[in-house]
């Protein structure tokens, strides 16, 4: 697990598959991993599989239902889909959109918001009609948050529920913004952020007393009740609540560990990542 690879090529054509290096569980859970060479091509991968699975829906003439994630680890996935919208033709106007999460308060155009990441990294470049994107409203009155986080779930529902969910991981093993505490059956709701997750977006607000304290997140069961969860972690920073989620019991502690419990759920790594991982915790390298 702790081999060196070549340096990848950057060769759009060359099959991302032919790059990586598979490993599967052994720990008697339900996730599977992959480790790449590197974080681009982790990236690649998930577009690759978005990608097909938006053409696959179109086929029939169905929509293709994601479950998005913001913040740093995701970009690159973005940055990947409108390529190949754009070089390649992908279209995602069949294509419906919830996002995990948002800030509460926030307004959508501020610097900080989710609705503003979106736009820049995905939505103003691609063709998923206006209509269909549905993220967290963190303009919402306090008093109006619980009527508008059941909304949030039935119209998930109404869509036919999430194909497949992408995800990155907290350093307080939230997904989402399910921090520790959160249950197996919570849904869309408020939460009270971590310090650690505020502390982590401080830079980004200028000081972590302008980071809010509270956000609206989709619930741990709202996650796993899609039917493909896909994980991306990078970063020796991420090392130990790698190795804790896939290695650890399943606790309220660590809420990414509910994944175990999954039928569908592959995280996808860099090396850095998966360093502490313990190799009894995987079977076959592929």
Same mark, same amino acid.
């Given at each position: 697990?702790?081999?060196?690879?070549?340096? #990848?090529?950057?060769?759009? %054509?060359?099959?991302?598959?032919?790059?990586?290096?598979?490993?599967?569980?052994?720990?008697?859970?339900?996730?599977?991993?992959? =480790?790449? #060479? /590197?974080?681009?091509?982790?990236?690649?991968?998930?577009? $690759?599989?978005?990608?097909?699975?938006?053409?696959?829906?179109?086929?029939?003439?169905?929509?293709?239902?994601?479950?998005?994630?913001?913040?740093?680890?995701?970009? *690159?996935?973005?940055?990947?889909?409108?390529?190949?919208?754009?070089?390649?033709?992908?279209?995602?106007?069949?294509?419906?959109?919830?996002?995990?999460?948002?800030?509460?308060?926030?307004?959508?155009?501020?610097?900080?918001?989710?609705?503003?990441?979106?736009?820049? %990294?995905?939505?103003?470049?691609?063709? =998923?009609?206006?209509? %269909?994107?549905?993220?967290?409203?963190?303009? !919402?009155?306090?008093?109006?948050?619980?009527?508008?986080? *059941?909304?949030? @779930? /039935?119209?998930?529902?109404?869509?036919?529920? !999430?194909?497949?969910?992408?995800?990155? =991981?907290?350093?307080?093993?939230?997904?989402?913004?399910? @921090? #520790? &505490?959160?249950?197996? /059956?919570?849904? +869309?709701?408020?939460?009270?952020?971590?310090?650690? +997750?505020?502390?982590?977006?401080? %830079?980004?607000?200028?000081?972590?007393?302008?980071? #809010?304290?509270?956000?609206?997140?989709? &619930?741990?069961?709202? !996650?796993?009740?899609?039917?493909?969860?896909?994980?991306?972690?990078?970063?020796?920073?991420?090392?130990? =609540?790698?190795?804790?989620?896939?290695?650890?019991?399943?606790?309220? $502690? !660590?809420?990414?560990?509910?994944?175990?419990?999954?039928? $569908?759920?592959?995280?996808?790594?860099?090396?850095?990542?998966?360093?502490?991982?313990?190799? +009894?915790?995987?079977?076959?390298?592929?």
């Amino acid at each position: 697990m702790n081999k060196r690879v070549s340096a #990848p090529s950057t060769d759009h %054509n060359q099959s991302v598959t032919d790059q990586k290096s598979v490993v599967s569980p052994t720990s008697g859970n339900g996730i599977a991993i992959q =480790i790449f #060479p /590197d974080s681009d091509l982790a990236s690649r991968a998930a577009a $690759d599989e978005i990608a097909a699975l938006i053409r696959s829906r179109a086929s029939e003439q169905r929509c293709c239902v994601l479950g998005l994630a913001t913040g740093s680890t995701p970009v *690159r996935v973005y940055q990947e889909l409108v390529r190949q919208h754009q070089d390649e033709g992908l279209s995602l106007e069949n294509v419906i959109t919830f996002n995990l999460d948002e800030y509460l308060p926030m307004a959508p155009d501020a610097q900080q918001s989710y609705v503003r990441f979106m736009q820049q %990294n995905l939505f103003n470049h691609v063709d =998923i009609p206006a209509q %269909n994107i549905h993220i967290p409203d963190g303009t !919402i009155a306090t008093e109006d948050v619980p009527n508008y986080c *059941r909304d949030y @779930e /039935d119209r998930i529902i109404r869509a036919g529920g !999430i194909d497949l969910q992408l995800l990155g =991981i907290g350093r307080t093993g939230h997904i989402g913004f399910n @921090e #520790p &505490g959160s249950t197996a /059956d919570s849904i +869309t709701r408020m939460v009270t952020l971590d310090p650690v +997750t505020r502390a982590d977006a401080a %830079n980004d607000f200028g000081g972590i007393e302008k980071v #809010p304290s509270h956000a609206i997140t989709m &619930g741990v069961r709202t !996650i796993l009740q899609s039917r493909r969860i896909r994980l991306l972690a990078f970063g020796d920073h991420k090392a130990s =609540i790698v190795q804790r989620t896939i290695e650890g019991e399943v606790s309220t $502690d !660590i809420p990414a560990t509910y994944l175990q419990s999954h039928s $569908d759920v592959q995280f996808l790594l860099d090396p850095d990542a998966a360093a502490l991982t313990s190799p +009894t915790a995987f079977a076959n390298e592929l």
